[in-house]
């Protein structure tokens, strides 16, 4: 899809240089935060501890009663790889519950018989235990749950350019905070957990890697580095920059339309910007929206009808509502109909065609491979619109579809 030279991208702009490419912002979300995961030794190592958690668990009835037994609010989640929702829920059963589900390791290493899951409890009790691994889920924790937010939040149908333009920037300036401030806050919780749980606050001792030096070898060793300090250089700063690095090259196209249409977001508030600020922001949009001797606006004549359209509004009017008003105007500015009309086709995310080719996949399994075309489309009908099926009388809907399929004939 977003081939510059292969893909549908490249193919659009082909026929027509005007368009505009804008990829779906819940799903580079995602694939931020698999930036981040795979950015760290540490940090895959991590989520295969969680992956371990839950594996234990769910693969015997008597574990899985054991784990609701000690744990009543939350249960052990697993992550997808494409879903990075399920990535949050599945720490924050663990961050919530850790005192319980060490409770469950604890009870299942005493009683089992086997001693294979003997050995898996005592290593994941020890993993969960140490501090480095409390500390891991704090940090994860806060990050996951900003980026879901803001993920929900995108994928509004209401949402517009304006107001995920403004979301993704506070996202990115939480981030900045993060790093500055994240690790000690992180610290701070991570040793009262610690404390609950009775477990130090002290980081794993590293066995100090010796190099072999050559005979012409003169250069002093780097200097040794405690910890903590190896902690949060390799692991906490660099996913963290990795995420600020992936939100400024992932979203750098939103970035762009913000820049080209920022000023018409809030049409009302352009009766405060200087007139040769106006008319720059005009000629600029102009050009981004001219191809050879085509263009779909006029810079100038945009101009001159922003100047009276702005007085003729509220100060809280958005784009959408600006539109409303221009249809009661009887054509008298088309440019700011046009621009207006781009501005809000362009979509912020595409979730909702993706959950359709979700929900097609789990209708058509392998248990019903011989599915016809027809049930298919009815089945996925029924499944994407869910707030129209829910609001659907079945026993009414039954008792027609009975009549008709019905093989006896009142005569």
């Not at 940090?43 to 958690?53: H, L, N, S, Y």
């Not at 903590?228 to 996913?239: G, K």
């Not at 352009?270 to 008319?279: A, P, S, T, Y």
Request: glycine share 4%; with cysteine; net charge positive.
């Amino acid at each position: 899809m977003t081939g510059q030279y292969q893909g549908v991208q490249s193919r659009i702009l082909q026929l027509n240089s005007r368009a505009f490419f804008m990829p779906c912002a819940s799903h580079k979300l995602n694939l931020l935060l698999r930036d981040i995961a795979k950015s760290s030794v540490k940090a895959m190592t991590f989520f295969g501890t969680i992956e371990r958690i839950y594996t234990i668990f769910s693969a015997s009835t008597s574990r899985w009663a054991i784990l609701n037994k000690h744990c009543h609010i939350m249960t052990v989640k697993k992550w997808s790889e494409t879903r990075w929702e399920s990535r949050l829920e599945s720490v924050k059963a663990i961050r919530y519950q850790m005192p319980e589900i060490l409770n469950a390791f604890e009870e299942i290493s005493n009683t089992s018989s086997d001693s294979l899951i003997r050995s898996e409890c005592k290593s994941l009790e020890n993993e969960i235990g140490s501090y480095e691994f409390i500390l891991s889920i704090i940090i994860w924790y806060d990050i996951l749950v900003e980026v879901n937010t803001i993920s929900k939040s995108l994928q509004s149908p209401n949402m517009d350019l304006d107001i995920s333009a403004s979301m993704l920037n506070g996202l990115l300036s939480f981030l900045n905070d993060y790093r500055n401030t994240g690790f000690k806050s992180a610290k701070t919780t991570a040793k009262d957990l610690a404390k609950a749980i009775g477990v130090s606050a002290d980081f794993k001792k590293i066995r100090i890697r010796t190099k072999k030096k050559m005979f012409s070898y003169e250069t002093q060793d780097e200097p040794s580095k405690n910890e903590e300090t190896i902690f949060y250089q390799d692991y906490f700063l660099t996913i963290v920059d990795q995420a600020i690095v992936s939100m400024n090259m992932r979203f750098s196209q939103l970035e762009s339309f913000n820049n080209n249409f920022g000023f018409l977001y809030r049409i009302s508030k352009i009766k405060f910007m200087e007139k040769e600020e106006l008319r720059k922001c005009c000629h600029d949009l102009q050009n981004g929206l001219t191809d050879g001797e085509l263009k779909d606006i006029d810079g100038y004549e945009l101009y001159e009808e922003l100047l009276i359209f702005c007085t003729i509004i509220s100060e809280e009017t958005t784009a959408f509502q600006a539109l409303s008003v221009l249809k009661k105007c009887c054509g008298s500015f088309p440019n700011i109909s046009i621009v207006l009309r781009i501005i809000l086709s362009i979509p912020v995310t595409s979730a909702g065609p993706e959950r359709s080719f979700s929900k097609l996949k789990i209708i058509k399994n392998y248990l019903r491979s011989t599915l016809s075309q027809c049930k298919l489309t009815s089945l996925a009908t029924l499944s994407i619109e869910q707030q129209i099926t829910d609001s659907l009388d079945f026993s009414e809907l039954i008792a027609i579809f009975a009549a008709a399929k019905a093989r006896k004939k009142q005569f």
